[in-house]
Every structure is written in structure tokens, then in C-alpha cells.
């Protein structure tokens, strides 16, 4: 690799550091909510489609009864199920009392 090669990739790798930098901060400001997302899949590897098959699953619960439950089934390090249980929430005795 040439000098000048060289040179040629130092910058592009140091514009490519900057232009990430200044996107986060545009994130930051006008999307806090999605750079606290960004910000924790960094620090913690997680794989975004597992996140986004869990918001899916809750969002479906919220548009169903409201009621529910979301479980995530784990095996080996590998998500193998991601379930989202919908419940009617009665409240209700399950004997009725007579007069």
C-alpha cells in the first residue's frame, strides 16, 4: 500500500468516525428515546431483531385486551421463541353467590 493509500484511508476512516459522531448527536437531539435504543444495543451486543420481535409482541398485546403476558424462551445462548399471550381480565368470582 502506497503512502498516499494510506493517507486516503486515515481520513476516510477518520471522516467515517466524525460523520458517525455527529449522528448520534442529531439522534440524541431530536430522537432521545431511539438513541437510548442505539445506545444499549452497542453496550450490550444484543440483536436488534430479537428487540424488535419483543416490541412487536407487546404491541400486539396493547392493541389486543391490554391483558397478557410476553415470554422469551432461551436455549444455548439462542432465542428460540418469542411468545405473546393475550388475556381477558374479568376479575370475576369464579362461584356466584346465590339468593
Same mark, same amino acid.
Given at each position: /500500500?502506497?503512502?498516499?493509500? /494510506?493517507?486516503?484511508?486515515?481520513?476516510? &476512516?477518520? %471522516? @467515517?468516525?466524525?460523520? %458517525?459522531?455527529?449522528?448520534?448527536? /442529531?439522534? @440524541?437531539?431530536?430522537?432521545? &428515546? !431511539?438513541? =437510548?435504543?442505539?445506545?444499549?444495543?452497542?453496550?450490550?451486543?444484543?440483536?436488534?431483531? $430479537? $428487540? =424488535?420481535?419483543? +416490541?412487536?409482541?407487546?404491541?400486539?398485546?396493547?392493541?389486543?385486551?391490554?391483558?397478557? $403476558?410476553?415470554? !422469551?424462551? !432461551?436455549?444455548?445462548?439462542? $432465542?428460540?421463541?418469542?411468545?405473546?399471550?393475550?388475556? &381477558?381480565?374479568?376479575?370475576?368470582?369464579? +362461584?356466584? @353467590?346465590?339468593n
Amino acid at each position: /500500500m502506497t503512502n498516499k493509500q /494510506m493517507l486516503e484511508e486515515s481520513q476516510f &476512516d477518520r %471522516e @467515517k468516525k466524525n460523520n %458517525e459522531r455527529l449522528f448520534r448527536e /442529531m439522534i @440524541k437531539d431530536f430522537r432521545p &428515546d !431511539i438513541f =437510548v435504543l442505539m445506545d444499549l444495543l452497542d453496550e450490550t451486543s444484543i440483536n436488534w431483531f $430479537v $428487540v =424488535v420481535k419483543i +416490541i412487536r409482541q407487546l404491541s400486539n398485546l396493547s392493541l389486543g385486551t391490554g391483558y397478557g $403476558v410476553v415470554t !422469551i424462551e !432461551i436455549q444455548n445462548g439462542k $432465542v428460540l421463541f418469542i411468545n405473546g399471550e393475550d388475556r &381477558d381480565r374479568l376479575n370475576e368470582p369464579l +362461584i356466584e @353467590k346465590k339468593n
